[in-house]
């Protein structure tokens, strides 16, 4: 006999995470292996441009983890877009990623009426399509092997 909740529990969801997180370890010897290292944290990782004003032109969020950069947002203001600051501030993502933090890829989502051609034009490769998420909208996963500068 269960007694099934769907209320919002902070406590309940540090235990489920400390519970998972404990889970996993004990299947996944790399998720062992990565266990007390600064490498098993998630570091944020945020790159923003200003404008001359010191106004938000465009920025991007995303996380380091293991070996891997996450892009959760990226977002350039109307007027700045197509002059090649998206791929700035992408690219300096990256830079810190691989050389900082030691990311050898990088993921992302973005939608089919957001960006995944812009994606594309910068090494992204779809690994994942989700058709109707929502309703009428396709989700793209994609990655990029994080690469070193050529001298």
């Given at each position: 006999?269960?007694?099934?909740?769907?209320?919002?529990?902070?406590?309940?969801?540090?235990?489920?995470?400390?519970?998972?997180?404990?889970?996993?370890?004990?299947?996944?010897?790399?998720?062992?292996?990565?266990?007390?290292?600064?490498?098993?944290?998630?570091?944020?990782?945020?790159?923003?441009?200003?404008?001359e004003k010191g106004s938000l032109a465009g920025g991007l969020v995303g996380h380091t983890?293991?070996?891997?950069?996450?892009?959760?947002?990226?977002?350039v203001d109307t007027p700045h877009r197509g002059g090649g600051l998206g791929s700035r501030?992408?690219?300096?993502?990256?830079?810190?990623?691989?050389?900082?933090?030691?990311?050898?890829?990088?993921?992302?989502?973005?939608?089919?009426?957001?960006?995944?051609?812009?994606?594309?034009?910068?090494?992204?490769?779809?690994?994942?399509?989700?058709?109707?998420?929502?309703?009428?909208?396709?989700?793209?996963?994609?990655?990029?092997?994080?690469?070193?500068?050529?001298?």
């Amino acid at each position: 006999m269960f007694r099934i909740e769907t209320e919002v529990d902070k406590e309940w969801l540090s235990l489920l995470r400390s519970r998972l997180r404990d889970t996993n370890t004990a299947a996944s010897p790399v998720l062992r292996a990565l266990r007390g290292t600064p490498a098993e944290r998630e570091l944020p990782l945020h790159v923003w441009a200003l404008d001359e004003k010191g106004s938000l032109a465009g920025g991007l969020v995303g996380h380091t983890w293991t070996t891997w950069l996450h892009v959760a947002y990226l977002w350039v203001d109307t007027p700045h877009r197509g002059g090649g600051l998206g791929s700035r501030l992408l690219a300096e993502a990256e830079r810190t990623a691989h050389e900082e933090r030691a990311c050898t890829h990088a993921r992302l989502e973005t939608w089919d009426f957001q960006a995944p051609d812009f994606y594309r034009k910068q090494g992204y490769e779809v690994v994942c399509v989700i058709p109707d998420y929502p309703p009428g909208v396709t989700e793209y996963t994609l990655t990029k092997r994080l690469l070193p500068k050529a001298p």
